[in-house]
């Protein structure tokens, strides 16, 4: 009798403990990347929709209000930024003006940065890390010459690119990150998740034009 007494609470522990329901911040992001991932395998989605899944899933479930998608177009091998978020009109329309060839994406020189994960950089403001004209690109460029208040303060001109690769280490293309919702630098938690995005990010895409070409 006491065995089938214990049986339905053995059970309710068990429901209890293993809910599907997330219950911690590391439980929120999985389930959240997981339905992001379940969205991707809507037939005929375009790859601009894609982005804008991932825009929309970085600017909800992480610290930054402003966000960017560049990728390499297949046709000329160069690089444009597709989608913006979070970014005033001009700044996008100045962003959606830019061209970058393979060798603008690793020239240091103009955009100096710091490397802060396995591909990730992080440039300062301090760096100026843009290139004449291109002002523009930033939300309030008044501002890009502010001084930084205290070490773990971010201001106008810091941003963080994260990149993207095909098997031959190739760029496919880079997320764009900046304006954190605290005004301090992202956790380093957040680094580690937004590579993973990035690397699901690049696959997909990868597919995706490998398909349209064959």
Known sequence: MKEKESFPRRSKYIMEKYSSIASNTDERLIDAIDGY????????????????????LIHRYFEFKEISIGLRDFRDELYR??????????AVDARMGIKYTQEDMVDTRSFPSTMIGRKTQIHLSENAAYRPGEENTFNRPSMLNSKRPSLETTIEGDYIDIFMYDAKKKFVGWIELSGTRDGKFPKRETIFWLEMVASLLSVIIIERMSARIN
């Open 37 to 56: 991932l379940s969205h991707t395998k809507i037939p005929g989605q375009s790859i601009q929709a894609l982005l804008t899944d991932t825009v929309n």
């Open 81 to 90: 930024y597709k989608i913006c978020k979070g970014f005033r009109k001009e």
